[in-house]
């Protein structure tokens, strides 16, 4: 069972005091740095695109790619965001390694930077997790006074800063161009594509924008090659991942695997579904990738094998429900939550999530007919793929799948005049073996 | 927006071809697909989307189904999320080779996506259509029903706002029924650079707010009203006051300043209710100011002239008269001052072409004279032969599209925000682009940074250096590509004139005469000056008069006239016996109080007005005539575009200045030609187009030498230090962004070369205070009579402020916002400080602002005057 994991990023988080300088160097940390800068940034880049490693923050793009299509011959600077606004309901794998190994991602902020040839980036950290700014701004810190940072790093002839910026709470923010407005300080909405951000992103210049846990992937591979990379995860889905499994789960927590596990494992390390209680349902990467069930315990968690059964592998989010949870309930929380963060710019969005929470309210008080459901699944098909951006097409995910795959549960509310369940039932601190 | 080239030819490397529902089109390359759409007569529903405003994307109504070639060649269809078509937006989406587009012609999918973003646009929107403004007029409504399903199957409950809420005094926002395109914010933005109203909030709670801090201060904020696609945005003149499917609607020309803006009047029951901006790229595109939009109250003033008066012989008070008593009394008293030393004609700026033809016909055939001016506000000799050189019968010169084009235009005596409002938006938009404006004014104006321009600080009077210098300026490098835009008031700055033409010489570039007024240009052309006739012929010219007397059946005087300022004085002093006044403000004349003692003093005096003023109380026989709305006529842009429009109010009986001239000529015994506009546009010289010889350019006038004490003089510091300030600060444009403008160094506090006149014996005005030069200019949004009614839009109005440098707030120990005193020849006025980057020794004011009228109140632009903090 132990071979299973194979703890890479968060190999050092048991550490005494790991968010130290002193702790990560103690664990080899930064030699990946000093090795890049001895490469050619190009070299550094293609390392990247031959190790495989595609992006963790949902959409699973090759990073090296990403960085290849910065125009070099652009005269404007070159820079790097770090998208650090973890924010999706049931994410929680950037908090976690930021708040254990800062530095694990300043390392990779520099090597990243270095190789697209950036002599700024920005950490772009979700406004609420202050503590997590703190303590990322103590790893730039020392992370200056060791001279990995600043002037002339360690000889090298490259400069870079590093600047932590803290977002002010607002979801549509984690979306990258969105990202870019509310850097410069305008109100968080997406941006019109092209121009695309690798062309005229941060201030018009070419900018990566890169998730905390991709960025934090590159140092070990400098360490230790693309090949050995590439040798862990599936055919397209290479490398190892941090799986966070939350809900009704005996241990909770992050669990860094290769790509292609299965929840069945995943569930055997953590000890399994809470106890007494059975598998209902899942989500696979939070709460915008369409819901799985007990069907899909032995799916490969990889971005193939999680689109071939009907969803995304998004930022491998495992949320855990047990048969104790109102899926109509659990929907219409996700779904006021997207109501809450849509940003307006567009009507779908804007308009379809105000519309789809108060029928979802209306639906889990038992006051409805199967026709609304018919009229559900088709605002959420007026919605999907209508949008300006993705937040919306996250929006109809939980409320489409959770149609498909439990039609029968929003009739029972229909039938019983209201929700069959018990709320207390589902809570954490319900008596084991609770039912009703 | 025409997406062929101008010659109707487009280079065939420059278009690219795509299917557009099974029509294969050929477009301009960049041209987007929901206007190559247009081309093939498919319209694509949109809320977002305007030609004139940047592509956003934000409604999602314009989805259409594309499939585009891959590098194979095979079509490959634009796919979203896993499996499903991705319909694209087309107001944001860029044709290419091969491309095929469907719309909801001819794709289910593009058609259930519009359907989509229609219902969901509806769900928040109020059901209020039959009270609301736009109903019948409205987008939202017509595409609703052209792309929309018949009945809603929202049956839950709509967000909810309280209605209206005030973004200006003049503009209205009902939250309820914002569809959030975007577009007004979008406009203020891009287009008039106030962006004060922005989306905050987000969400469905997403609006359109202020900064309360910053009030709405645009003078285009009615645009936004009008492209509004739902009745979000509504002026607090028009709402609630008609339907559209009520109203008459007239194609007409903007009256309120010289660019010749189109706009379209609509009326109801004989009554205009709303004005909007008309369609014409080449001038106005579709934009116009709010005066143009807003100012049309005045011709239903309660003081509006109804009838004809006469004075009556016994009791010396105005009466009632018939048209034929009123012509026969006009016509014997004309003929009686006419004999006791001539009569004088003042026309005023505000008539149309037509009109004012008839004026300059009148004055020669019934009056015998060529005492005649068009310019009641200060002139020169200098300017009335730049006028009749280079600008009088050259027909249409620098225009509007030519503005855009150019690579520099510098900017004279004109602040075009306040003065132009088209060409301020013609050249904020060019500007973002590769146009550079440089302004020759005494600070940078806020129009000055939106317009992105730089500052040659100058001093009123001094102009004629800074255009002398530009010759020599490297930097902005003028040269045949630039335009040179020089405003009436230029005329009050001796030399500056004739620098301009001779810099216009040097380099190359063209020169153009912008004045304040929509019918200044036309009274040119039309020959209201004392030394021109109709069509730019020179009075003094024999081959002119006869070739004119042979039209006209009559021979020409050839004495050479007075100008407005001779003509008020010769009336003053009884040399001349009568007057003929049109519409003029005395309050705008140079001199308004010796105006007034001329009216009073001339033996016999004819008024033609639209209201009751001190003119028509001293006339002896009072006209009333038609406001523009009321008759047909043309306008003469500064362009040299003849704007004709037709009568709007086709019920009014009121006559125009011409019809009351033709009858007062005909009880004098002889014809005009003409009794009716249409006959007057028929008149042979009307367009005159004379190719004989024109009055040559005013002769280089020696620009005054810089005054002593308008120089920083200082014991302190040698005069040659003090020159070489003041050249740096002449010769070169100071970044309008980053301009402190002062001259002298904190601490400095006597090198500012201002005088306190303490010690001064022979003070003029006895005042106490600093001796500083006046700048003023009016703003757009003025005390003007055309204002008269629309008291929102005069709320909207910027406030009368004194600007000082901040080194003279300093010396005058005040603060911004604390009352300073401005003291002239002609009296005392007090207002609220406020800074911008002037010269120490020079401060501005507005002209016609406050209830300050500058020259009765104060004392012209460019006269020395004295300030001191605190009130009088």
């Given at each position: 069972?132990?071979?299973?994991?194979?703890?890479?990023?968060?190999?050092?988080?048991?550490?005494?005091?790991?968010?130290?300088?002193?702790?990560?160097?103690?664990?080899?940390?930064?030699?990946?740095?000093?090795?890049?800068?001895?490469?050619?940034?190009?070299?550094?880049?293609?390392?990247?695109?031959?190790?495989?490693?595609?992006?963790?923050?949902?959409?699973?793009?090759?990073?090296?790619?990403?960085?290849?299509?910065?125009?070099?011959?652009?005269?404007?600077?070159?820079?790097?965001?770090?998208?650090?606004?973890?924010?999706?309901?049931?994410?929680?794998?950037?908090?976690?390694?930021?708040?254990?190994?800062?530095?694990?991602?300043?390392?990779?902020?520099?090597?990243?930077?270095?190789?697209?040839?950036?002599?700024?980036?920005?950490?772009?950290?979700?406004?609420?997790?202050?503590?997590?700014?703190?303590?990322?701004?103590?790893?730039?810190?020392?992370?200056?006074?060791?001279?990995?940072?600043?002037?002339?790093?360690?000889?090298?002839?490259?400069?870079?800063?590093?600047?932590?910026?803290?977002?002010?709470?607002?979801?549509?923010?984690?979306?990258?161009?969105?990202?870019?407005?509310?850097?410069?300080?305008?109100?968080?909405?997406?941006?019109?594509?092209?121009?695309?951000?690798?062309?005229?992103?941060?201030?018009?210049?070419?900018?990566?924008?890169?998730?905390?846990?991709?960025?934090?992937?590159?140092?070990?591979?400098?360490?230790?090659?693309?090949?050995?990379?590439?040798?862990?995860?599936?055919?397209?889905?290479?490398?190892?991942?941090?799986?966070?499994?939350?809900?009704?789960?005996?241990?909770?927590?992050?669990?860094?695997?290769?790509?292609?596990?299965?929840?069945?494992?995943?569930?055997?390390?953590?000890?399994?579904?809470?106890?007494?209680?059975?598998?209902?349902?899942?989500?696979?990467?939070?709460?915008?990738?369409?819901?799985?069930?007990?069907?899909?315990?032995?799916?490969?968690?990889?971005?193939?094998?999680?689109?071939?059964?009907?969803?995304?592998?998004?930022?491998?989010?495992?949320?855990?429900?047990?048969?104790?949870?109102?899926?109509?309930?659990?929907?219409?929380?996700?779904?006021?939550?997207?109501?809450?963060?849509?940003?307006?710019?567009?009507?779908?969005?804007?308009?379809?999530?105000?519309?789809?929470?108060?029928?979802?309210?209306?639906?889990?008080?038992?006051?409805?007919?199967?026709?609304?459901?018919?009229?559900?699944?088709?605002?959420?098909?007026?919605?999907?793929?209508?949008?300006?951006?993705?937040?919306?097409?996250?929006?109809?995910?939980?409320?489409?799948?959770?149609?498909?795959?439990?039609?029968?549960?929003?009739?029972?509310?229909?039938?019983?005049?209201?929700?069959?369940?018990?709320?207390?039932?589902?809570?954490?601190?319900?008596?084991?073996?609770?039912?009703? | 927006?025409?997406?062929?080239?101008?010659?109707?030819?487009?280079?065939?490397?420059?278009?690219?071809?795509?299917?557009?529902?099974?029509?294969?089109?050929?477009?301009?390359?960049?041209?987007?697909?929901?206007?190559?759409?247009?081309?093939?007569?498919?319209?694509?529903?949109?809320?977002?989307?305007?030609?004139?405003?940047?592509?956003?994307?934000?409604?999602?109504?314009?989805?259409?189904?594309?499939?585009?070639?891959?590098?194979?060649?095979?079509?490959?269809?634009?796919?979203?999320?896993?499996?499903?078509?991705?319909?694209?937006?087309?107001?944001?989406?860029?044709?290419?080779?091969?491309?095929?587009?469907?719309?909801?012609?001819?794709?289910?999918?593009?058609?259930?996506?519009?359907?989509?973003?229609?219902?969901?646009?509806?769900?928040?929107?109020?059901?209020?259509?039959?009270?609301?403004?736009?109903?019948?007029?409205?987008?939202?409504?017509?595409?609703?029903?052209?792309?929309?399903?018949?009945?809603?199957?929202?049956?839950?409950?709509?967000?909810?706002?309280?209605?209206?809420?005030?973004?200006?005094?003049?503009?209205?926002?009902?939250?309820?029924?914002?569809?959030?395109?975007?577009?007004?914010?979008?406009?203020?933005?891009?287009?008039?650079?106030?962006?004060?109203?922005?989306?905050?909030?987000?969400?469905?709670?997403?609006?359109?707010?202020?900064?309360?801090?910053?009030?709405?201060?645009?003078?285009?904020?009615?645009?936004?009203?009008?492209?509004?696609?739902?009745?979000?945005?509504?002026?607090?003149?028009?709402?609630?006051?008609?339907?559209?499917?009520?109203?008459?609607?007239?194609?007409?020309?903007?009256?309120?300043?010289?660019?010749?803006?189109?706009?379209?009047?609509?009326?109801?029951?004989?009554?205009?209710?709303?004005?909007?901006?008309?369609?014409?790229?080449?001038?106005?595109?579709?934009?116009?100011?709010?005066?143009?939009?807003?100012?049309?109250?005045?011709?239903?003033?309660?003081?509006?002239?109804?009838?004809?008066?006469?004075?009556?012989?016994?009791?010396?008070?105005?009466?009632?008269?018939?048209?034929?008593?009123?012509?026969?009394?006009?016509?014997?008293?004309?003929?009686?001052?006419?004999?006791?030393?001539?009569?004088?004609?003042?026309?005023?700026?505000?008539?149309?072409?037509?009109?004012?033809?008839?004026?300059?016909?009148?004055?020669?055939?019934?009056?015998?004279?060529?005492?005649?001016?068009?310019?009641?506000?200060?002139?020169?000799?200098?300017?009335?032969?730049?006028?009749?050189?280079?600008?009088?019968?050259?027909?249409?010169?620098?225009?509007?599209?030519?503005?855009?084009?150019?690579?520099?235009?510098?900017?004279?005596?004109?602040?075009?925000?306040?003065?132009?409002?088209?060409?301020?938006?013609?050249?904020?938009?060019?500007?973002?682009?590769?146009?550079?404006?440089?302004?020759?004014?005494?600070?940078?104006?806020?129009?000055?940074?939106?317009?992105?321009?730089?500052?040659i600080r100058t001093?009123?009077?001094h102009?004629?250096h800074a255009?002398e210098a530009l010759?020599h300026d490297?930097?902005?490098?003028?040269?045949?590509?630039?335009?040179?835009?020089?405003?009436?008031?230029?005329?009050?700055?001796?030399?500056?004139?004739?620098?301009?033409?001779?810099?216009?010489?040097?380099?190359?570039?063209?020169?153009?005469?912008?004045?304040?007024?929509?019918?200044?240009?036309?009274?040119?052309?039309?020959?209201?000056?004392?030394?021109?006739?109709?069509?730019?012929?020179?009075?003094?010219?024999?081959?002119?008069?006869?070739?004119?007397?042979?039209?006209?059946?009559?021979?020409?005087?050839?004495?050479?006239?007075?100008?407005?300022?001779?003509?008020?004085?010769?009336?003053?002093?009884?040399?001349?016996?009568?007057?003929?006044?049109?519409?003029?403000?005395?309050?705008?004349?140079?001199?308004?109080?010796?105006?007034?003692?001329?009216?009073?003093?001339?033996?016999?005096?004819?008024?033609?007005?639209?209201?009751?003023?001190?003119?028509?109380?001293?006339?002896?026989?009072?006209?009333?005539?038609?406001?523009?709305?009321?008759?047909?006529?043309?306008?003469?842009?500064?362009?040299?575009?003849?704007?004709?429009?037709?009568?709007?109010?086709?019920?009014?009986?009121?006559?125009?200045?011409?019809?009351?001239?033709?009858?007062?000529?005909?009880?004098?015994?002889?014809?005009?030609?003409?009794?009716?506009?249409?006959?007057?546009?028929?008149?042979?010289?009307?367009?005159?187009?004379?190719?004989?010889?024109?009055?040559?350019?005013?002769?280089?006038?020696?620009?005054?030498?810089i005054?002593?004490?308008?120089m920083p003089?200082?014991?302190?510091?040698?005069a040659a230090e003090g020159l070489s300030l003041r050249s740096t600060d002449q010769g070169r444009?100071?970044?309008?962004?980053?301009?402190?403008?002062?001259v002298?160094?904190?601490?400095?506090?006597?090198?500012?070369?201002?005088?306190?006149?303490?010690?001064?014996?022979?003070?003029?005005?006895?005042?106490?205070?600093?001796?500083?030069?006046?700048?003023?200019?009016?703003?757009?949004?003025?005390?003007?009579?055309?204002?008269?009614?629309?008291?929102?839009?005069?709320?909207?109005?910027?406030?009368?402020?004194?600007?000082?440098?901040?080194?003279?707030?300093?010396?005058?120990?005040?603060?911004?916002?604390?009352?300073?005193?401005?003291?002239?020849?002609?009296?005392?006025?007090?207002?609220?400080?406020?800074?911008?980057?002037?010269?120490?020794?020079?401060?501005?004011?507005?002209?016609?602002?406050?209830?300050?009228?500058?020259?009765?109140?104060?004392?012209?632009?460019?006269?020395?005057?004295?300030?001191?903090?605190?009130?009088?």
């Open positions: 069972m132990v071979d299973v994991l194979t703890p890479v990023l968060s190999d050092n988080w048991d550490q005494e005091r790991s968010w130290t300088m002193e702790s990560y160097e103690a664990s080899g940390g930064y030699s990946g740095l000093r090795s890049a800068l001895g490469m050619a940034p190009d070299d550094v880049i293609a390392m990247v695109k031959d190790s495989g490693l595609r992006g963790r923050g949902g959409a699973g793009f090759p990073t090296g790619m990403k960085w290849g299509f910065i125009p070099q011959d652009n005269p404007n600077p070159k820079y790097l965001v770090v998208n650090a606004d973890e924010s999706e309901p049931g994410t929680c794998k950037d908090v976690p390694l930021m708040m254990a190994s800062p530095h694990t991602l300043v390392e990779g902020v520099i090597i990243s930077s270095f190789a697209i040839r950036a002599e700024h980036a920005f950490i772009y950290v979700r406004g609420e997790v202050l503590h997590v700014v703190r303590r990322l701004q103590r790893a730039v810190a020392e992370a200056y006074l060791a001279g990995h940072l600043g002037t002339d790093i360690h000889g090298s002839g490259y400069s870079l800063e590093v600047t932590v910026h803290a977002g002010a709470g607002a979801y549509i923010c984690g979306e990258e161009t969105a990202l870019l407005d509310s850097l410069e300080g305008r109100r968080g909405q997406p941006r019109l594509r092209p121009p695309f951000p690798a062309v005229a992103g941060l201030y018009s210049s070419p900018t990566v924008i890169n998730n905390v846990e991709s960025i934090a992937s590159v140092p070990c591979i400098v360490r230790n090659g693309a090949e050995w990379f590439s040798s862990m995860g599936t055919e397209k889905s290479k490398g190892m991942t941090l799986y966070s499994l939350s809900g009704h789960v005996a241990r909770p927590g992050q669990f860094e695997a290769p790509l292609g596990i299965t929840l069945r494992e995943l569930l055997d390390l953590a000890g399994g579904v809470r106890e007494g209680h059975q598998l209902k349902f899942w989500t696979p990467g939070g709460s915008s990738t369409p819901i799985l069930t007990d069907q899909h315990l032995d799916v490969p968690l990889d971005y193939e094998g999680v689109g071939a059964a009907g969803s995304m592998l998004g930022t491998k989010a495992l949320q855990i429900f047990d048969e104790t949870t109102c899926v109509v309930r659990s929907v219409l929380r996700w779904t006021e939550f997207y109501k809450h963060e849509s940003c307006g710019k567009c009507t779908p969005c804007r308009e379809g999530t105000w519309w789809l929470v108060q029928t979802l309210a209306r639906l889990e008080k038992g006051q409805g007919t199967e026709a609304d459901l018919e009229t559900l699944l088709d605002q959420c098909d007026n919605i999907l793929g209508r949008s300006f951006c993705a937040l919306a097409d996250g929006a109809t995910s939980p409320i489409t799948s959770s149609i498909e795959y439990f039609r029968d549960e929003y009739v029972a509310h229909f039938e019983h005049g209201g929700c069959p369940f018990d709320p207390m039932a589902a809570t954490l601190f319900a008596p084991a073996g609770a039912t009703t | 927006m025409s997406v062929t080239s101008k010659e109707g030819q487009v280079e065939k490397t420059d278009l690219v071809t795509l299917t557009i529902d099974g029509v294969e089109t050929s477009v301009p390359k960049g041209t987007l697909v929901i206007r190559a759409a247009e081309q093939v007569g498919v319209q694509i529903p949109r809320f977002c989307d305007h030609p004139l405003l940047a592509p956003v994307g934000a409604c999602r109504q314009c989805l259409v189904e594309v499939a585009m070639p891959d590098r194979s060649g095979e079509l490959k269809t634009m796919m979203g999320p896993p499996g499903r078509v991705k319909p694209q937006a087309s107001c944001t989406l860029v044709v290419s080779d091969g491309m095929v587009v469907n719309t909801q012609v001819s794709s289910a999918i593009a058609d259930k996506a519009q359907q989509g973003v229609m219902e969901q646009l509806l769900i928040n929107h109020p059901l209020d259509c039959p009270v609301c403004d736009k109903g019948g007029e409205c987008p939202l409504q017509n595409q609703a029903m052209t792309n929309g399903r018949g009945e809603t199957r929202f049956t839950e409950t709509k967000r909810t706002f309280p209605k209206p809420i005030h973004i200006s005094a003049q503009v209205l926002l009902d939250r309820e029924r914002c569809v959030l395109c975007a577009r007004c914010t979008r406009f203020s933005e891009q287009i008039a650079g106030d962006p004060f109203i922005a989306l905050i909030e987000r969400g469905a709670l997403q609006q359109v707010g202020i900064y309360e801090k910053e009030p709405l201060q645009s003078y285009f904020s009615g645009n936004t009203i009008q492209i509004c696609p739902v009745g979000a945005l509504t002026s607090t003149a028009y709402r609630f006051r008609a339907r559209p499917f009520d109203l008459v609607s007239t194609p007409s020309v903007g009256e309120h300043d010289a660019c010749g803006s189109a706009i379209r009047v609509d009326h109801r029951r004989g009554k205009v209710v709303r004005r909007l901006s008309g369609n014409d790229p080449e001038v106005n595109e579709e934009w116009i100011t709010d005066k143009d939009r807003f100012g049309f109250a005045y011709a239903r003033a309660e003081d509006r002239l109804t009838h004809p008066l006469v004075r009556d012989e016994e009791t010396g008070e105005h009466r009632a008269a018939s048209w034929p008593e009123a012509f026969a009394v006009a016509a014997r008293g004309l003929r009686a001052a006419g004999d006791a030393g001539g009569v004088g004609v003042l026309t005023g700026g505000r008539l149309t072409f037509e009109d004012a033809y008839a004026y300059a016909k009148f004055a020669r055939v019934a009056l015998g004279t060529n005492d005649i001016d068009f310019r009641a506000r200060p002139h020169s000799t200098e300017e009335a032969d730049l006028l009749a050189s280079r600008v009088a019968g050259s027909g249409l010169g620098v225009t509007f599209s030519d503005l855009e084009r150019a690579t520099t235009v510098v900017l004279a005596g004109l602040e075009p925000e306040d003065e132009a409002g088209t060409i301020f938006l013609r050249l904020r938009k060019a500007s973002a682009d590769k146009l550079r404006v440089v302004a020759i004014a005494p600070f940078a104006s806020r129009g000055l940074a939106k317009m992105r321009g730089s500052l001093a009123p009077g102009e004629a255009l010759a490297g930097e902005v490098a003028l040269d045949a590509g630039g335009v040179i835009l020089i405003g009436e008031r230029l005329a009050t700055s001796p030399g500056a004139l004739s620098a301009a033409v001779a810099l216009a010489t040097m380099t190359g570039a063209r020169l153009a005469w912008v004045p304040r007024r929509a019918g200044d240009r036309g009274a040119l052309e039309a020959g209201c000056l004392p030394t021109l006739l109709p069509g730019g012929r020179p009075v003094d010219d024999a081959a002119a008069r006869v070739d004119l007397g042979t039209v006209w059946g009559t021979t020409l005087p050839h004495a050479p006239g007075r100008d407005a300022e001779t003509i008020v004085a010769a009336a003053t002093a009884g040399a001349l016996g009568g007057l003929v006044v049109a519409g003029i403000d005395p309050d705008d004349t140079p001199d308004p109080a010796g105006f007034r003692a001329a009216v009073a003093a001339a033996g016999f005096v004819v008024s033609l007005e639209l209201r009751a003023t001190d003119v028509t109380a001293a006339a002896d026989v009072v006209f009333p005539v038609a406001a523009t709305a009321e008759k047909a006529g043309s306008f003469v842009s500064w362009e040299g575009r003849i704007r004709p429009f037709e009568k709007v109010l086709h019920d009014s009986h009121a006559l125009p200045d011409l019809r009351v001239l033709a009858g007062i000529a005909e009880e004098l015994g002889v014809s005009l030609g003409f009794r009716t506009v249409d006959q007057a546009r028929a008149a042979p010289t009307l367009l005159g187009d004379w190719d004989g010889a024109r009055l040559s350019p005013p002769p280089p006038t020696p620009p005054p030498a005054a002593q004490e308008a003089t200082d014991s302190d510091s040698d444009p100071v970044a309008s962004a980053a301009n402190a403008g002062l002298s160094a904190p601490g400095s506090a006597g090198s500012t070369g201002l005088r306190d006149s303490a010690g001064a014996s022979d003070d003029a005005a006895g005042g106490t205070g600093l001796e500083v030069h006046l700048a003023s200019w009016k703003q757009m949004v003025d005390d003007g009579s055309l204002l008269d009614g629309a008291d929102d839009l005069r709320a909207t109005g910027r406030p009368a402020l004194v600007l000082v440098s901040p080194d003279l707030l300093l010396r005058l120990a005040v603060s911004v916002g604390d009352p300073v005193t401005l003291t002239g020849a002609r009296g005392r006025v007090t207002l609220p400080a406020a800074v911008a980057d002037l010269d120490d020794d020079v401060v501005w004011v507005p002209a016609s602002s406050g209830g300050l009228a500058l020259h009765r109140d104060l004392g012209p632009a460019g006269s020395l005057v004295r300030i001191a903090g605190g009130a009088a």
